[in-house]
């Protein structure tokens, strides 16, 4: 599946019973990782973040959505690139790709 926004592009795939996402925008790259699981009643999370990036926290807040969302083991790279934005423009792509995952989410269970 493939999803798109204005700034946002969202690419999933199924590996077995679980879901990675890749979520980019501007040009395409790996800035953080995060993996969410859902383990007896138990969530956990792993973060990674690239050194020079700040993608890891918006991936774990859209790791820990689609995980909740999905129930099951979900990845999530994110990579996306802003030439010298500002703090406005960070908050504005942030939420944007928030809306997109819940997007995404929503599509996904509608068709189970």
Known sequence: MEYETKNIQIKMTNVGDDTVFFVTGGKAHIGGIAIAYAQNEA??????????????????????????????????????HLHEPTKEQINEIVNEAKEAMDDVLWKLSQLI
């Open 43 to 80: 969530h956990g999370q792993h973060i990674f973040q690239i050194p020079g990036h700040q993608e890891a926290e918006l991936a774990a807040q859209l790791a820990t959505t689609a995980c909740l969302s999905l129930g099951h083991t979900v990845v999530v790279l994110v990579g996306i």
